[in-house]
């Protein structure tokens, strides 16, 4: 008997059988519509991408109108190059006109003798040759310690200074800077 009672009569085993197939189609109907929600989304995606890329292109000929009628707007301007020395010395006396004067007096006489064409070529070949920053920093610094050394010692041992050590020492120091700086210049390409 105790076999009889484990197994379930037919009217159990049809109503599983008809739970079994209900929930199948229920599942075969929850499959179609999320295929048709997937389809549905997809197609809605495919139209916002083709919105967006009709929106973008729509935007790319307005910037590229946009850009050609700038550019027939404006005429060209000449490059540095095609000015003549003449035209760079002519806006550079204007300049130097309207700058100095709104100067002072002594201001514009310095102005005006600073930026004279001798004057500042003479500057310009110094400060790439002998002034440079550099040396004179060098040579600062080396007078500084050179004249400190040889005032010690000359106060230990008694010898008066003539005045020219610090000098010499600051030509020494120039030296050596201008020396380091071309090497330095000569092995890294560096200015």
């Known amino acids: 008997m105790s076999n009889i009672e484990k197994q379930p009569?037919?009217?159990?085993?049809?109503?599983?059988?008809?739970?079994?197939?209900?929930?199948?189609e229920k599942l075969d109907e929850l499959e179609k519509?999320?295929?048709r929600e997937a389809e549905k989304a997809g197609e809605k995606s495919k139209e916002t991408n083709e919105k967006l890329r009709?929106?973008?292109?729509?935007?790319?000929?307005?910037?590229?109108?946009?850009?050609k009628e700038k550019t027939q707007a404006t005429p060209e301007r000449s490059t540095h190059?095609?000015?003549?020395?003449?035209q760079r010395d002519t806006a550079f006396k204007k300049t130097m006109k309207e700058v100095q004067g709104d100067m002072k007096p002594a201001?514009?006489?310095?102005?005006?003798?600073?930026?004279?064409?001798?004057?500042?070529?003479t500057s310009d070949i110094l400060g790439s040759t002998i002034a440079r920053?550099?040396?004179?920093?060098?040579?600062?610094i080396f007078a500084f310690?050179?004249?400190?050394?040889?005032?010690l010692l000359a106060r230990n041992l008694g010898y008066v200074l003539s005045g020219f050590e610090t000098i010499g020492a600051f030509?020494?120091?120039?030296?050596?800077?201008?020396?380091?700086?071309?090497?330095r210049i000569l092995f890294t390409g560096k200015r």
């Open 33 to 35: 519509s999320l295929e």
């Open 133 to 140: 920053p550099n040396a004179v920093m060098y040579g600062a």
């Open 54 to 67: 009709s929106d973008a292109e729509k935007v790319a000929e307005d910037n590229e109108k946009a850009e």
């Open 145 to 151: 310690f050179a004249t400190l050394i040889v005032y």
């Open 107 to 121: 201001e514009r006489v310095f102005s005006k003798f600073i930026h004279n064409k001798a004057v500042e070529k």
């Open 171 to 183: 030509i020494v120091g120039w030296i050596l800077g201008v020396v380091y700086d071309y090497l």
């Open 9 to 24: 009569n037919s009217a159990e085993k049809e109503k599983s059988l008809e739970n079994i197939e209900s929930s199948s």
């Open 81 to 86: 190059q095609s000015i003549g020395k003449k």
